[in-house]
């Protein structure tokens, strides 16, 4: 097996931006954009994202709290679990202005990879965790090759 | 001044504290548009901390300076804040609760993005306890009350700041 050391995949990072605060969102994808190889697509709703959830992303950022104006709206857990029932390999990332351990507790146990909240050290929050995401995903892929031939 | 001082300054001083703010806020823009970005970043840096209710130092880090990506970004904020200010003024005169917290909620990431000070990020996380145990005290109007006014402040500095970016990149 080829060895590696690059955590980077070779194509852009493919990453899904959910939140109804459009405000937040595009401060987001401006630092995600400048700072590193991926390809973004911003979604208002957590329906807007499920219309293109076949799309495979390698990550989604979802806000806890989507149906704050819309209160008809899909909130940040039943999108999560859609995402979850759709594909469970795609790794989802919490975020909320809440910095609550119950809002936390409550997104791992949807099967959430990481809870992050809104402030200042958001994006570097984000940066480290999509980083351990892609480790993780290379260590496993290493571990599956040598179990296959164990 | 300092900005821990600003949050707690005599209300008196508001109309004054707002024009010294507006005069740096067309500072801030012109040192950004400058060609010299070294320059531009100690300079402007320096006027950043003069009295104004907005820091966008972080938001010149976070686009590079590009006063395009700027001015989207403040034009989101112009556009969405006004808003929930008027949702939680109505919200409160008629005790629902559900939309008060929703609308301070949701206004919380702004404080940051636009650098404005802790302490106003802290009322409007106030305003969402007082939602959540659904008092209304007079408490709770004041820190409404606050709200508007340092929103009002923002609203003025940031419409000045991307006028005068509009002005700058046509």
Request: charged share 30%.
């Amino acid at each position: 097996m080829k060895n590696d050391q690059s955590l980077k995949p070779k194509a852009p990072i493919k990453l899904f931006l959910v939140d109804d605060d459009p405000l937040f969102l595009k401060a987001l994808e401006i630092e995600f954009l400048q700072h590193g190889d991926f390809t973004i697509e911003t979604f208002p709703t957590g329906e807007s994202c499920m219309e293109k959830i076949s799309d495979t992303p390698d990550v989604v950022i979802l806000d806890f709290h989507l149906d704050g104006v819309d209160k008809n709206a899909m909130n940040g857990l039943a999108t999560l679990d859609e995402i979850k029932k759709h594909n469970p390999e795609i790794p989802v990332v919490m975020l909320s202005s809440q910095d609550k351990i119950e809002v936390a507790v409550e997104c791992m146990h949807h099967k959430a990879f990481d809870y992050v909240v809104k402030s200042e050290t958001a994006f570097l929050r984000l940066q480290k965790i999509i980083t351990s995401i892609f480790r993780f995903k290379k260590m496993e892929k290493q571990l599956n090759w040598y179990m296959d031939r164990i | 001044m300092e900005r821990a001082e600003q949050a707690t300054m005599n209300r008196n001083d508001h109309t004054v504290w707002l024009a010294n703010g507006r005069l740096a806020g067309r500072k801030i823009v012109h040192l950004v548009t400058m060609p010299d970005k070294s320059v531009c970043g100690n300079m402007a840096k320096k006027e950043l901390k003069k009295n104004t209710y907005i820091d966008l130092e972080g938001l010149m880090q976070r686009t590079k300076s590009n006063p395009a990506l700027m001015l989207e970004v403040i034009t989101l904020y112009l556009e969405q804040i006004p808003p929930l200010i008027g949702i939680m003024r109505k919200s409160l005169a008629d005790d629902d609760w559900e939309r008060l917290y929703s609308a301070a909620h949701k206004m919380v990431p702004s404080f940051s993005i636009m650098g404005i000070d802790p302490y106003y990020e802290n009322l409007a996380k106030k305003i969402q306890e007082y939602a959540k145990s659904r008092q209304h005290t007079d408490e709770l109007s004041d820190l409404v009350l606050q709200l508007e006014k340092m929103c009002d402040g923002v609203y003025l500095e940031l419409t000045e700041t991307a006028n005068t970016l509009k002005n700058k990149n046509p």
